[in-house]
C-alpha cells in the first residue's frame, strides 16, 4: 500500500501527523515559481497550468500575478492545506475571486467574513443538523420518484437522456423544495413554470444571469413578507432561517439577509449536486462491475424496495463511488485565501495581504498521495483502505470551519438518487461524444452528456 509521506505511525500503529512544516525560513533563495507572471483564476489557463506549476516547483510555488501587487501562492501538500484550512484557519479571510461570486450572493456566507459569517453560519447551521435530515430525506425522496418516472418514459421510447441537463434539473428541484416547500408551487403558480429553471440551462455566472437571479430573488422578499403576515411556517430551510436567532442579540435575520442566504443555497446547493451526480452516471456506465456492485448493495440493503432514510448509511459502496467521484471531478476544484497576518507555509515566507491558492482539482490526482490517481476506483475508499493517506488529501468539501454546510445533506440526496434509480435503470455514453471538462467557478462538463437508458 502506498505511503503518504507525510503521514507516520507511532509505535502502537496511530496515525501521526508530521509537523515538519515550519522550518526557519530559507531566505537566501528566491521562493519556487515561475519567473513570468500568471494570473491564476478560475479558468481554463489555470486549470491547465496548475499541474505544471506543482511538478516543476513542488508543495508551495510564488507566483506572480500581473494584476496583483501581492504574489500569490498555490499549495497542494495536504499538511499546508490543513493549516490554511484548519489549525491556523483564522489567519485565513476568503481571498480573490470571491467579488465575482458577489454579485449573484450578496453577503450570504460563502462570501461572508469574520462576525458576520460566524454570527450567519451560527444561525444556519442547526437547520442541516441530522435531526431534520430524515424529513429532508423524504422530500428529494418525492423527487427522485418523479424523476425515476420520467426516466421510465424516456427508457419505454428508446430516447436517449441528456444526463447533465437531468442532473441539473433534479438537484436545483431538491435545493428549492428544501428552501421553500410548497411555496416553490407559489413561484411555479406565478409564472407558469419553475421560474429558477434558467439557471440550469443557461449555466454562465455571467452579469445577465446575475441580474435575473437577483431580479428573481424580489419575489423572495415578497414570500418572506407573506410568512410574516401569515405566520406560516411551513417545514423548509426558509422557515428555519426566519425563526434562527443569534445567540448573543437575539436577533431575527433582516429580510435582505434572508435573501441573500437563499440565494447562496440555490446556487452553493445545486450545481455541485448535480455536477457530481452527472459525473457518477458517466464513470458507473464505464465501469460495469462498480455498477453492478452498486446495485447489489441496494438490493442486499432495501430488498425490492427503496432505501429508507436509516438504511441510507448502510449504502457503503454507493458512499464510495461518490467519494470516488468526487476525487476525480470535485465541482469546486479551486478556491482561494488571503492571509491577515505573515504565516509560513513549507519553509516560504507568506506576508499579510497575500492570496492562497488551493485545489482539490490537483491534490486529489497527485501520484504522490493517490496510487494511480487517473483511475476510477471506488474500493480505495473501502474500510480500512487508504488509512496512510493524509486526511486532506481529499477535500471536495474544504475543512475547518467553514467547511461545506450542506456536506452532510448532499451525501443523503445523492445516495438518494443513486439507490432509487441505479437497480432500475442501465446507462451507456452514447458513441462519439468528446468529454471535455470546462474549469470555471465549478468544474463543468463542457458539452451535456447523453446516454442511453434501458430499464432492468
Ligand atoms: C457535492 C456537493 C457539494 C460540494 C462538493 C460542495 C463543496 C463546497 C466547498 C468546497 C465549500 C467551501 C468553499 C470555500 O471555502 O471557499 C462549500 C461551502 C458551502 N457549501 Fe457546499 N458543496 C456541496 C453541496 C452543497 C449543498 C447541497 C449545499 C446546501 C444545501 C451547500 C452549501 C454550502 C454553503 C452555504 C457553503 C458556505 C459555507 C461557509 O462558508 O460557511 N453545499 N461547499
Given amino acids: 500500500m502506498y505511503n503518504s509521506p507525510l503521514v507516520t505511525r507511532d509505535p502502537a500503529g496511530r496515525r501521526k501527523h508530521c509537523h515538519a512544516m515550519n522550518p526557519t525560513p530559507d531566505t537566501s533563495r528566491p521562493a519556487p515559481g ?14 491547465r497550468l496548475i499541474p505544471r506549476l506543482a511538478e516543476a516547483y513542488g508543495d508551495v510555488v510564488r507566483v506572480q500575478s500581473p494584476n496583483l501587487e501581492r504574489p500569490t501562492w498555490l499549495i497542494s501538500n495536504p499538511e499546508h492545506i490543513r493549516r490554511v484550512l484548519v489549525s491556523n484557519h483564522r489567519n485565513y479571510v476568503k481571498g480573490v ?28 447551521q ?38 447533465t441537463h437531468a442532473t441539473g434539473e433534479y438537484a436545483l428541484e431538491v435545493i428549492l ?14 409564472e407558469g413554470i419553475n421560474p429558477f429553471r434558467f439557471l440550469t440551462e443557461d449555466p454562465s455566472r455571467n452579469l445577465m444571469v446575475a441580474m435575473k437571479f437577483r431580479q428573481l430573488l424580489k419575489q423572495v422578499g415578497v414570500l418572506i413578507q407573506r410568512r410574516r403576515e401569515t405566520g406560516a411556517r411551513p417545514f423548509d430551510l426558509l422557515s428555519l ?40 452516471w458517466y464513470l458507473l456506465g464505464q465501469d460495469e462491475a462498480s455498477a453492478a456492485a452498486l446495485r447489489d448493495e441496494v438490493c442486499r440493503v432495501c430488498g425490492d424496495g427503496d432505501p429508507t432514510y436509516d438504511q ?22 479551486l478556491f482561494t485565501r488571503k492571509a491577515v497576518e505573515a504565516d509560513m507555509l513549507g519553509g516560504q ?57 450542506g456536506e ?49
Fill in 177 to 190: 423544495r428544501l428552501i421553500f416547500s410548497e411555496d416553490l408551487d407559489f413561484f411555479r403558480d406565478q
Fill in 408 to 456: 452532510f445533506f448532499s451525501y443523503v440526496e445523492m445516495r438518494t438518487h443513486l439507490a432509487m434509480l441505479a437497480p432500475h435503470f442501465r446507462l451507456r455514453a452514447t458513441a462519439g461524444q468528446s468529454i471535455e471538462l470546462e474549469p470555471a467557478i465549478n468544474l463543468r462538463i463542457r458539452h451535456n452528456l447523453t446516454m442511453s437508458i434501458e430499464t432492468l
Fill in 97 to 124: 475571486g470571491f467579488e465575482r461570486v458577489e454579485m449573484l450572493l450578496g453577503n450570504g456566507i460563502i462570501v461572508s467574513d469574520g462576525a458576520f459569517w460566524r454570527r450567519q453560519r451560527t444561525m444556519i
Fill in 312 to 333: 441510507l448509511e448502510q449504502l457503503a459502496f454507493t458512499r464510495q463511488v461518490l467519494d470516488e467521484t468526487l476525487r476525480l471531478y470535485p465541482p469546486v476544484w
Fill in 349 to 405: 515566507q507568506i506576508a499579510p495581504g497575500d492570496n492562497v491558492f488551493l485545489s482539490p482539482w490537483l491534490t486529489q490526482r497527485m501520484e504522490r498521495y493517490w496510487d494511480e490517481p487517473e483511475a476510477f476506483r471506488p474500493e480505495r475508499f473501502a474500510p480500512g483502505q487508504g488509512d496512510d493517506r493524509h486526511d486532506q488529501a481529499f477535500f471536495p468539501f474544504s475543512a475547518g470551519p467553514r467547511r461545506c454546510i
Fill in 34 to 47: 515561475p519567473t513570468q507572471p500568471h494570473h491564476l483564476d478560475c479558468d481554463e489557463a489555470t486549470f
Fill in 126 to 163: 442547526p437547520a442541516f443538523s441530522r435531526g431534520n435530515m430524515p424529513r429532508f430525506f423524504d422530500m428529494v425522496r418525492e423527487v427522485t420518484e418523479r424523476t425515476r418516472a420520467h426516466w421510465r418514459e424516456l427508457a419505454a421510447t428508446g430516447e436517449t437522456l441528456d444526463v
Fill in 241 to 280: 432561517m426566519m425563526d434562527a436567532r443569534a445567540s448573543r442579540s437575539n436577533e431575527a435575520m433582516t429580510d435582505r439577509e434572508l435573501v441573500d442566504e437563499v440565494a447562496t443555497l440555490i446556487i452553493a446547493g445545486h450545481e455541485t449536486s448535480a455536477g457530481t451526480l452527472n459525473w457518477a
